[in-house]
């Protein structure tokens, strides 16, 4: 089983629909990461949980919202959705100054 | 906040070559890490590399923190080596991206 799990995988949806992708770990580490890809972009950041109380925001933030449900979970929320939120989506871990692991990736397309 | 650069931004190579990629940074980091991304999108952490230099196979990298940069070295290219190359950098409790290295391998 992959350490880092996301879901969907693959996800098409209709401007102006809520839509939440979800992502649980069994590496047992504490910080957890959404990040966004976009073509010759690389990855930028959305939003980042160092515990379950602690979320912060990323550089990319806006028309988005995270939930933490426990050290295991952490979802992304795209309230109402737009055409130019369609990117793939990687959610993320690591312990303290330690090596980053990265889900197998989200594609979404906002139609 | 931090910058980090990659270059080439593009490499297209024959089978058998060797590439160095490159990854500057504007400032001091706490770690760096190389990652594949292959076409089907997945992330592949290859080598977790703060300082100094490491070899796995025919991969190898190092990084020169003093100097801000980092070097990620392919030899024997193989078609299966083809994608984006990421550094990421760690920073203040964050990680940041460079924009990659796309390589194509030709056979």
């Known amino acids: 089983d992959a350490d880092v799990t996301q879901t969907p995988r693959n996800r098409i949806t209709k401007t102006g629909k809520r839509i939440m992708l979800e992502c649980s770990q069994t590496?047992?580490?504490?910080?957890m990461y959404w990040y966004r890809q976009d073509p010759g972009l690389g990855l930028r950041l959305i939003y980042y949980?160092?515990?379950?109380?602690?979320?912060n925001k990323g550089e990319i933030s806006d028309g988005y919202s995270v939930s933490r449900q426990a050290q295991a979970k952490f979802s992304l929320s795209l309230e109402s959705a737009i055409p130019n939120q369609t990117a793939l989506y990687f959610c993320?871990?690591?312990?303290?100054?330690?090596?980053?692991?990265f889900g197998e990736g989200s594609w979404l397309t906002v139609v | 906040g931090i910058q980090v650069e990659q270059s080439p931004p593009d490499l297209i190579l024959q089978e058998g070559a060797n590439s160095t990629l490159r990854c500057n940074f504007s400032?001091?980091?706490?770690?760096l890490q190389w990652f594949h991304q292959n076409p089907w999108g997945q992330l592949i952490n290859l080598f977790y590399?703060?300082?100094g230099t490491k070899q796995n196979g025919r991969l190898s990298a190092t990084t020169v923190a003093t100097e801000r940069y980092s070097l990620l070295y392919i030899s024997s290219s193989q078609t299966t080596d083809s994608g984006v190359y990421f550094c990421?950098?760690?920073?203040?409790?964050?990680?940041?991206f460079g924009k990659g290295t796309r390589l194509h391998i030709l056979p």
């Open positions: 993320a871990t690591s312990d303290l100054g330690n090596t980053i692991y």
């Open positions: 949980s160092f515990d379950v109380k602690d979320i």
């Open positions: 990421a950098v760690h920073r203040d409790d964050k990680i940041i």
């Open positions: 590399i703060p300082s």
């Open positions: 590496k047992g580490h504490d910080r």
């Open positions: 400032d001091s980091v706490n770690n």
